[in-house]
C-alpha cells in the first residue's frame, strides 16, 4: 500500500495522531525504528541542521525538497513534511506539489505567510490576501489530483500571529482554504487553551495542532476531547540533539580522549543503538548480498577485521 493510502487509512482511525518531528534521515531512521505512525520533517529543523541559520525563509525549495527525500527513503512509516509558502505564486505550487510527491512523503503543509518566510511561533509575520492564498491550495489540490489523489494537502495559516492578524481571521482563512481543496487545516500560534477549543469548535474540517512555541501543550487525552487530527512535536528531537551535542562537545573540550572514552562505553551498553553498525544497516546489507549475489560473496568476512554484520540481516 502507498504511504499516502496508509497515511489516509490511519487518519480514518479517528483520534489524535501524534507525530514527532525530525530533521534529517538519521532522526527519521531513529523515529521510524522506535514505530511511530508518522513522521514530521521540521522546516525549522532542517534549516537549523542543513544550513546552520534560522527558520526564516532562508532554505530553498531545492533543500527542502531534497531533505524530504532523504527522510522519506530512510523510514517505512509515512512523512508529513513542511514546504513552507509553496516557494512563489499559484504556478510554483504545481511545481511544489509535483515535487513533493516526487520524493516519497505522504503529505505536505503550505503556509499563506509573505515570502521570505519565518517560523510561526516568532514575531514578524505577514500573510499574503486570502483570495491569492486560495488560488494557491486549488493550484496544490489540482497538482496532488494528477499524481496521487491520496497525497495529503494541509493548508497553514499564520493570520493568528502575523502583524495585525486575529484569531477570526485565521478561523475565516482556514475554513476558505479547506473550500479550495484543502484536506486538513492548520491554524498557527494559538495562544491559550480557549484559542484551541475555538479552532477545534470553528474550523469545518480536519484541524493539524502544532504543540511548540507560544501554543499550550496539551495530553494525549486532552488532545482527543479536543478533537485535533494531527499533533505534531516539531522541536524536541531537535533540541534534545542540541543539548546533548553541546554537552559532550564542552566535555570533550575540557577532558578530551577521557570524555571520548566515557562516551562510547556508555553508548555501546545501549540496548538498540549500542550496536551502531547494525543500527546503521551493514546486517540488511549483508543479507542482501545473501540474496541477491549469492553465498559466494559472504566469504570476504572470512578472517576480516572489523564489525561482523549478524548473519540473519536483523539488528
Known amino acids: 500500500m502507498k504511504k499516502t493510502t496508509r497515511l ?37 529543523g532542517t534549516s537549523l541542521s ?39 505564486n499559484a504556478i510554483n505550487v504545481i511545481r511544489t506539489v509535483r515535487e513533493y510527491i ?12 509573505v515570502s521570505p518566510k519565518r517560523c510561526g511561533h516568532v514575531a514578524g509575520r505577514q500573510v499574503i490576501g486570502i483570495e491569492e492564498a486560495c488560488g494557491k491550495y486549488r493550484a496544490a489540490d489540482y497538482a496532488r489530483k494528477e499524481l496521487d489523489p491520496d497525497f495529503l494537502l494541509i493548508a497553514r495559516t499564520d493570520a493568528r500571529g502575523a502583524h ?9 482563512r482556514a475554513n476558505a482554504y479547506l473550500a ?13 487553551v480557549g484559542e484551541v477549543k475555538r479552532i477545534c469548535d470553528e474550523v469545518k474540517g480536519p484541524v ?36 546533548h551535542v553541546y554537552d559532550l562537545a564542552v566535555d570533550l573540550r575540557d577532558n578530551g580522549p577521557d570524555a571520548e572514552r566515557r562516551f562510547i ?3 555501546q551498553q545501549h540496548p538498540v543503538v549500542g550496536d551502531f553498525h547494525g543500527f546503521a544497516g551493514f546486517d540488511q546489507v549483508m543479507a542482501w548480498e545473501r540474496e541477491f549475489m549469492g553465498e559466494d560473496e559472504l566469504a570476504k568476512y572470512a578472517d576480516s577485521v572489523g564489525h561482523q554484520p549478524k548473519a540473519d540481516g536483523k539488528a
Open 8 to 44: 489516509r487509512e490511519r487518519l480514518k482511525q479517528g483520534g489524535t495522531l501524534f507525530v514527532p518531528g525530525c530533521y534529517n534521515a538519521l532522526s527519521a531512521r531513529i523515529l521510524d525504528r522506535v514505530g511511530f505512525d508518522a513522521i514530521y520533517m521540521t522546516g525549522y
Open 50 to 88: 542543513l544550513l546552520g541559520m534560522p527558520d526564516c525563509g532562508l532554505t530553498t525549495m531545492t533543500e527542502m525538497h531534497m531533505n524530504a527525500r532523504y527522510i522519506a527513503n530512510a523510514a517505512d512509516a509515512p512523512v508529513i513534511a513542511d514546504a513552507d509558502t509553496g516557494y512563489g
Open 102 to 113: 516526487q520524493t516519497g512523503v505522504a503529505g505536505i503543509h503550505i503556509e499563506d505567510q
Open 164 to 172: 495585525g492578524g486575529t484569531l477570526d481571521e485565521a478561523i475565516s
Open 180 to 192: 479550495a481543496g484543502a484536506d486538513m487545516a492548520f491554524v498557527e500560534g494559538p495562544v491559550d
Open 208 to 243: 493539524l495542532y502544532n504543540q511548540t512555541g507560544v501554543s499550550p501543550r496539551f495530553t494525549q487525552a486532552e488532545m482527543e476531547e479536543l478533537g485535533i487530527a494531527v499533533a505534531i512535536a516539531p522541536g524536541a528531537l531537535l533540541r534534545s540533539t542540541i543539548q
Open 265 to 267: 562505553e556508555q553508548f
